[in-house]
């Protein structure tokens, strides 16, 4: 997606919107410090959208621009109506399964997904706790040596390796599943550093706010990880559409009520602290992020 220019006026700028989908050209439109950003989703389709642009500036009254809603109408009820058709003749894994993939291999995202599943295949999915004592925030066995005593003394890994142990199957495979759909779509499209600095400050926070909640434990689990990606997207899609990530409404309300599920008690011990406080950390980071997004020049 990239943008070609901006309209001062938004009556100009959705009528040239409404000429480029007569046009069959996918656009879309972003208020920017006044103006009217106008994005082309086809690389393609860029250089014909901006000629367009060009003599819409010189002359938005010209012939060629006239009627350009009810144009625009035809073709989206056309296209809703083939969109319809497809659905209902066609089955596919996503009606079953959440949406996964499409966005490319990311690099960082298998790396952690590898780390996870190793430290499951050592650990026998956390069975092993004399392993899993060198791997966690603080040993239970040190409950006398004072606030993060391994930490302290140069076992600096403890403050992020939590994030890797996983005591159950059915939790090893939810975090895997969605540590997947968001990873890779941020890696894909804000790059490999941001997804590697959401998930260190994301890994080690919450973590550290459990740890004063609740006292030293075998505590782990990349939960607090996805809780904050999943912020981070939905705040970052919700504030800057452009930036091309971003979390359906039905699957932020089924994370959100998963929260509230765990909070309850019904799952079980669960690191809701750890839970939360990634997920507050993700929707700040998100909102300041588009922000800032907004702000930089087009």
Excluded at 144 to 151: K, T, Y
Aim: contains cysteine; charged residues 20%.
């Amino acid at each position: 997606m990239r943008q070609i220019g901006n309209l001062p006026d938004e009556s100009q700028a959705r009528l040239f919107s409404d000429h480029l989908v007569a046009k069959r050209i996918h656009n879309e439109l972003e208020k920017d410090n006044g103006a009217w950003a106008i994005w082309i989703k086809d690389e393609e389709q860029v250089a014909d959208a901006k000629a367009r642009l060009d003599r819409f500036k010189a002359n938005p009254n010209a012939p060629e621009f006239r009627d350009a809603d009810s144009e625009a109408a035809k073709v989206r009820a056309a296209e809703a109506a083939d969109t319809a058709k497809y659905r209902k003749r066609l089955h596919t894994r996503a009606s079953v399964l959440p949406k996964f993939g499409g966005y490319g291999a990311g690099v960082l995202t298998y790396a952690l997904i590898i780390g996870c599943l190793l430290v499951a295949a050592y650990s026998r999915v956390g069975r092993d706790l004399e392993l899993l004592r060198h791997f966690i925030l603080a040993d239970p066995r040190n409950l006398a040596a004072g606030f993060l005593p391994e930490v302290r003394a140069g076992e600096w890994w403890r403050l992020f390796t939590p994030a890797f142990i996983h005591f159950k199957e059915l939790h090893l495979i939810f975090n895997l599943m969605w540590l997947y759909q968001l990873g890779c779509m941020i890696e894909a499209r804000l790059g490999r550093l941001t997804l590697a600095a959401l998930t260190v400050v994301t890994a080690v926070l919450p973590f550290l706010a459990q740890y004063v909640v609740s006292g030293p434990g075998y505590v782990g689990g990349m939960s607090g990880v996805i809780y904050g990606l999943l912020g981070f997207a939905w705040m970052r899609g919700k504030h800057h559409h452009a930036s091309g990530v971003g979390v359906d409404h039905q699957t932020w309300v089924f994370m959100l009520a998963w929260l509230v599920l765990c909070f309850t008690g019904i799952m079980g011990n669960v690191a809701n602290t750890a839970h939360l406080g990634g997920l507050i950390i993700g929707l700040v980071w998100g909102r300041v992020s588009a922000w800032l997004a907004m702000r930089r020049p087009g």
